[in-house]
């Protein structure tokens, strides 16, 4: 569906290498796709699009469809304050604390690989935390040992658990595989791209995560499920 939604011509086929049309490709799940079509909820949304009028009811440059919309850079994507007083471990905390510290800086500077590695820890170390406090129901739910879960299998358990919101799943399934950023060649073959955008929506993933986990501690159920 986000596909289809885009703005520019798209499909889905394999092209030989050196092919213009290749680069049209679309990746199901990639964050910049999630992002850039966040506004987008139907159909008639969709077609409002390619009518100049209606299209004013839209965010400028919300699709990446109009013209001299500015990209995204360091200085558009702001590392908002995350309160980890969830976290159980002071160890732990403190990593988490000084990786969004630094996530300001590679943002900063424009190292948006780096910084997608660094969010993308953010989120799993945040929730094998979390998670790890009951992990013979975890177990159960993804039906796997914690020590070999993926990203995207401790977000849908807590999803699944109640302790994650369903609104981070469109950009969980382009970052699952965020650890491949870092050898080179399996980057190739992660549908994640080191861009601002891809950035910008892994950020908001983490923000959703983070905030969720802090809300549910405190509203009791983190308690519940540790009790459960």
């Not at 990593?95 to 510290?101: F, G, I, S």
């Not at 796997?144 to 299998?153: I, N, Q, T, V």
């Not at 658990?161 to 950009?171: D, E, I």
Request: charged share 25%; proline share 5%; aromatic share 8%.
């Amino acid at each position: 569906m986000v596909a289809f939604l885009e703005s520019t011509p798209w499909c889905t086929a394999s092209h030989a290498s050196g092919d213009g049309h290749a680069a049209l490709v679309v990746r199901p799940g990639d964050p910049t796709l999630v992002l850039r079509n966040a506004a987008v909820t139907t159909f008639e949304d969709y077609m409002a699009l390619w009518d100049p009028e209606r299209r004013e009811q839209f965010p400028r440059g919300a699709f990446g469809f109009d013209e001299g919309a500015q990209e995204l850079d360091g200085d558009a994507i702001r590392v908002p304050s995350l309160d980890f007083d969830f976290i159980k471990k002071d160890s732990y905390r403190r990593v988490l604390e000084a990786d969004v510290e630094e996530l300001a800086r590679t943002i900063q500077g424009g190292a948006w690989k780096a910084s997608l590695i660094l969010i993308g820890g953010i989120i799993e170390g945040t929730l094998l935390d979390v998670l790890s406090r009951r992990e013979d129901l975890c177990e159960s739910q993804m039906r796997k040992e914690m020590g070999r879960a993926s990203l995207m299998d401790l977000i849908l358990a807590g999803v699944a658990l109640g302790l994650v919101p369903k609104p981070v799943l469109p950009f969980a399934e382009g970052a699952k595989d965020y650890r491949d950023l870092v050898h080179p060649f399996r980057s190739g073959a992660s549908p994640l791209r080191a861009t601002p955008e891809s950035v910008s929506a892994m950020l908001h993933a983490a923000c959703l995560v983070v905030r969720e986990l802090d809300t549910a501690a405190r509203d009791g159920r983190l308690s519940r499920f540790e009790l459960t």
